[in-house]
């Protein structure tokens, strides 16, 4: 394990994925440290989705070398890769809007693996605590008992994002979670994003670079499919090469 902290790092290594001719991917490599919160930019078609695909084995690619920890992710499906602790979550919320943001979560928790869990369920004290534990980090601890529908964009995908956590993910992936958001929710999903790293990795894409700033980690750019530039945001924005392919457009 690199660096000796608990959990397991991501590793990308010389990967390629080639769709009918094309490399969206083109021999990229990437490390992600345990606990480490990490934005990932780029222009449009630069292969940042693509990436995750790889990493949740919705994508398989033509060469290269994905691991988590021990793990070769390139050797396990996407049940597989999601049971060791790599969660996703994408642009569209799933939680359910007639459900309260507690029920909500509660059904997060039972979700998984074994389908007839669900029948012998008795919420316990500690799983009480734990959604508890999830909706103080979401804040959303005040709407414990109101409907999702009644949520705003924001706190709809704040909940969704509870609903991962509460399948304890060492890594999460994040794509685009701020499109559609308010300033002041923007802000609000950089601190919880800031909050929540540290105990698990995340992968954070997104264009909003005031967003990025916010987030205030490494950041590295996309392009063609392969790192660009990687660093602070200070560091990327002033680098003339992503001034040329990104940000000066
Ligand atoms: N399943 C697929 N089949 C064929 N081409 C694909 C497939 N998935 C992605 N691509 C192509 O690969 C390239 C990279 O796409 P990707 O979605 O990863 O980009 P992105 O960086 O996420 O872009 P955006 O910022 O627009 O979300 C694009 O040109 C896309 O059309
Ligand atoms: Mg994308």
């Not at 994508?59 to 790599?86: M, Q, W, Y």
């Not at 509870?162 to 999903?189: F, I, N, R, S, Y």
Request: proline residues 4%.
């Amino acid at each position: 394990m690199i660096g000796g902290m608990s959990g397991s790092s991501l590793y990308l290594d010389g990967v390629s994925v080639v769709f009918d001719g094309f490399r969206a991917l083109n021999n990229l490599s990437l490390i992600i440290e345990p606990g480490e919160l990490r934005a990932i930019i780029g222009p449009n078609g630069a292969g940042k989705t693509t990436m995750m695909d790889i990493v949740t084995g919705k994508t398989r690619p033509t060469t290269g070398v994905v691991r988590f920890g021990e793990h070769d992710l390139t050797r396990l499906d996407e049940p597989a890769i999601a049971n060791l602790g790599i969660g996703r979550k994408f642009q569209k919320p799933t939680v359910f809007d007639a459900l309260t943001v507690f029920e909500n979560l509660e059904l997060a928790l039972k979700a998984p693996r074994d389908p007839w869990s669900c029948l012998r369920w008795v919420l316990g004290a500690p799983a009480r605590r734990r959604i508890e534990g999830v909706m103080e980090e979401i804040g959303l601890a005040e709407r414990a008992r109101d409907r999702a529908a009644i949520l705003s964009h924001g706190q709809r995908q704040w909940l969704e994002i509870g609903m991962l956590l509460m399948q304890e993910p060492q890594l999460l992936l994040v794509d685009e979670p701020v499109a559609g958001m308010t300033d002041q929710e923007t802000e609000h999903t950089a601190a919880l994003l800031r909050r929540i790293a540290g105990q698990r990795s995340v992968v954070v894409v997104e264009h909003d670079l005031e967003f990025v700033r916010a987030l205030g980690e490494k950041v590295t750019v996309l392009c063609e499919g392969t790192v660009l530039s990687e660093g602070s945001i200070d560091h990327v924005q002033n680098d003339p090469r992503v001034i040329e392919v990104y940000l000066g457009r």
